[in-house]
């Protein structure tokens, strides 16, 4: 009994100091950002771009990155979603009876998800170089593009298997073809879909290596696809590696913005699964 006890007592010990230091750390990196990059923040930082002499501690901001990293990220997204849905779909609605397939489909999506994002801006690279682009937004769209399928496909999977069958059977012998059936799957799923976008639009705005090589750095704002394109995450390597202080400071109310933006999506994901979830009851 003795014993028994002694156990539960470690284990719930055990329990407390892990959820202490998760939640410790998270504070501590969100507290340091914001102690080392607040006294940076200012309208500048979020409304202009770099000035002469930016990168060495005078006038600018950082508008440049915040607009390139919307581009790529949403470009990404949007791009991403319409190629994951139909294979979600098809996955789930056209390969009934192909067990063995379906399941390794999904474990090379699984694959795929793990893979470091630097390999996928190496491929994006060996693509741009075989097409004869360069360093522009529409490299760096497509290298995050092939980041975030999986992230999407997966997430929408997962999603679609909710569904109950049954809904699916009375689609069916109601005379609907698979595809009718596979629209009102659709509707059925709508929190999950944003909650997908919501993920992989995350995911793709605070990804550096998959836009390293792809994407270039511009002190402009794009206007067109074949443009060099900036983002935050390069925008604060570049500037956390200066030597100058006020540039540094500049940098780490950078990350404070990108960590705003990530906080807020990581948010209303949240919201969106509990609502989901809420009407699956």
């Known amino acids: 009994m003795k014993r028994r006890k002694f156990e539960e007592l470690f284990f719930r010990v055990l329990m407390v100091l892990a959820t202490i230091f998760v939640a410790g750390s998270f504070f501590l990196?969100?507290?340091?950002?914001?102690?080392?990059g607040a006294p940076y923040m200012n309208l500048d930082m979020i409304t202009k771009t770099p000035g002469g002499g930016f990168y060495i501690g005078k006038e600018?901001?950082?508008?440049n990155?915040?607009?390139?990293?919307?581009y790529i990220a949403g470009g990404a997204t949007v791009l991403g979603l319409l190629i994951s849905i139909p294979v979600a779909i098809y996955i789930n609605m056209y390969m009934d009876g192909k067990t063995f397939l379906k399941n390794t489909l999904r474990m090379a999506f699984d694959v795929l998800f793990g893979i470091p994002s630097i390999v996928y801006g190496a491929?994006?690279?060996?693509?741009?170089?075989?097409?004869?682009?360069?360093?522009s937004l529409l490299g760096g769209i497509i290298a995050v593009t092939l980041l975030v399928i999986p992230i999407l496909v997966r997430t929408l999977d997962e999603v679609i298997r909710t569904v109950p069958l049954e809904l699916r059977d009375a689609a069916l012998s109601l005379g609907s073809t698979r595809w009718?059936?596979?629209?009102?799957?659709?509707?059925?799923?709508?929190?999950?879909?944003f909650t997908a976008i919501l993920l992989s639009f995350g995911r793709a705005i605070g990804d550096v290596a998959s836009v390293?090589?792809?994407?270039?750095?511009?002190?402009?704002i794009p206007t067109s696809l074949h443009e060099p394109a900036a983002t935050l995450p390069l925008a604060i390597f570049f500037q956390l590696s200066?030597?100058?202080?006020?540039?540094?400071?500049?940098?780490?109310?950078?990350?404070?913005?990108l960590t705003i933006v990530v906080l807020i999506i990581t948010v209303l994901s949240e919201a969106l699964i509990k609502n989901f979830f809420k009407h699956k009851i």
Request: no cysteine.
């Open 212 to 220: 390293l090589f792809t994407a270039g750095f511009s002190d402009n």
């Open 180 to 193: 009718e059936m596979a629209k009102v799957v659709l509707r059925q799923i709508r929190p999950g879909i």
């Open 242 to 257: 200066s030597p100058v202080e006020e540039v540094q400071g500049r940098g780490y109310a950078s990350a404070l913005v």
């Open 60 to 63: 600018g901001g950082i508008l």
């Open 29 to 36: 990196i969100v507290g340091t950002i914001f102690y080392k």
């Open 123 to 135: 491929f994006g690279f060996l693509i741009m170089v075989y097409f004869g682009l360069r360093a």
């Open 65 to 70: 990155a915040i607009i390139g990293s919307m």
